[in-house]
């Protein structure tokens, strides 16, 4: 019913930056809250930032000054994450997340991205 396809991963040295995109499609009312997460290897999957509808934002403390979220709630319905200043610490495979309201249903329901990898190297 509803997909989010991820963008913009890649291999990058310290000190550079990144941009990831995701987009969700299919039956959207609304999108509640999107969020960023990633897993390192061999580590638990992390809340990296998130952006309610009404433009709140949160950040991980790890990541606060680096990164920043933003969305466009127009029909692309398109999830933004500039990372700044890259550290080898965040390598890791970047989520999105959507939490979608459905059309017509009225049902709620989260929606994963593939994935993408991002390399930080020293």
């Known amino acids: 019913q509803v997909q989010a396809v991820e963008s913009g991963g890649g291999l990058v040295q310290a000190g550079g930056s990144l941009r990831l995109s995701c987009a969700a499609s299919g039956r959207i009312f609304r999108i509640n809250v999107m969020g960023w997460y990633r897993q390192a290897a061999g580590k638990q999957r992390e809340l990296v930032a998130a952006?309610?509808?009404?433009?709140?934002?949160?950040y991980i403390d790890s990541v606060k000054g680096r990164f920043t979220i933003s969305r466009d709630n127009n029909a692309k319905n398109t999830v933004y994450l500039q990372m700044n200043s890259l550290k080898p610490e965040d390598t890791a495979v970047y989520y999105c997340?959507?939490?979608?309201?459905?059309?017509?249903?009225?049902?709620?329901?989260?929606?994963w991205g593939q994935g993408t990898l991002v390399t930080v190297s020293s």
């Open positions: 997340n959507h939490g979608v309201l459905l059309a017509g249903s009225g049902t709620y329901l989260e929606v």
């Open positions: 952006i309610t509808n009404e433009v709140t934002t949160t």
